[in-house]
């Protein structure tokens, strides 16, 4: 699919209260709406989990009631909203076009199954083939971030100002089992080389929220799916952070998130506007 990267030329609209208001404001709104809507739906789920439905679509990658329950509703208030929009969701498949919705209603299945409140649900709209619209919500956390293209971040519907991170160097790195068959070790030896302790929390998009919030410095992970990252990566972008999404095997990709440091350790450019124009590859 061809795609254009994001125009970093553009002037930048007026703020206010610390918010740009975009071009994007309707479709940021509906999905911080939804994801919280969603969320809410899926906490109620998650105390009642012992008696959800749960099959497995392949090693260690489970599918519940409530991920299905959940994708429709989001299918539903998105229809609702904008009925011409195409939608992608993990569970119920899609059109994946240049200009699309992309769902994950419940990241960290395995997580929100087990009890561990490690999880989130996950709204993008990407344009021309790059994320311009994301909102995480993290329910168990609290947590609403959100973010659109040249707005900045949001944290629980309010400007998030620039996180100056400081304290151990903590980072995240995403397990599958493709990609520890396939270089998986280098990448952890290479960032505990350089001084960094490394936590798996068991949800791509949970661990790029708190990438963006400044809990963690970065985040890697090779082989995910593309509903796994299209909200975290223009939050992340947003705060200002070095983002890189690269083509990975079958129709997967390849993502690396975090700060300039991070990106040098995994032999990125440490420019950050250089990589921020990268575009995903959807």
Request: net charge negative; proline share 5%; hydrophobic share 45%.
């Amino acid at each position: 699919m061809t795609t254009r990267a994001i125009n970093l030329e553009a002037s930048a609209p007026e703020t206010k209260e610390g918010y740009v208001k975009t071009q994007f404001e309707d479709r940021l709104l509906a999905a911080e709406d939804i994801a919280e809507q969603v969320g809410r739906f899926a906490t109620g789920q998650a105390k009642r989990r012992t008696s959800l439905t749960v099959s497995a679509k392949g090693p260690q990658d489970f599918v519940s009631t409530a991920d299905i329950d959940a994708e429709r509703m989001a299918r539903q208030l998105i229809a609702e909203r904008f009925p011409n929009d195409a939608i992608l969701g993990e569970e119920a498949g899609g059109e994946l076009a240049d200009s699309c919705w992309i769902i994950d209603p419940i990241d960290g299945t395995t997580n929100f199954l087990s009890g561990l409140p490690l999880w989130s649900v996950s709204i993008a709209y990407v344009q021309d083939g790059v994320p311009v619209v994301g909102a995480l919500a993290l329910p168990m956390m609290g947590d609403l971030v959100a973010a659109a293209s040249g707005s900045g971040v949001r944290r629980n519907r309010r400007p998030l100002a620039p996180v100056q991170r400081s304290g151990p160097k903590l980072a995240g790195i995403g397990r599958n089992l493709p990609w520890l068959a396939e270089g998986y070790r280098d990448t952890e030896r290479l960032l505990e080389a350089a001084g960094y302790s490394l936590v798996s929390l068991g949800s791509c998009a949970t661990e790029l929220a708190f990438v963006a919030l400044g809990s963690l410095e970065g985040y890697v992970q090779h082989q995910v799916s593309i509903w796994d990252i299209a909200a975290g990566v223009i939050v992340c972008r947003e705060a200002g952070l070095l983002v890189d999404v690269t083509p990975g095997p079958t129709a997967k990709v390849n993502v690396i998130a975090g700060s300039a440091d991070f990106g040098r350790t995994l032999g990125l450019l440490p420019d950050c506007q250089t990589n921020i124009a990268r575009k995903i590859p959807v």
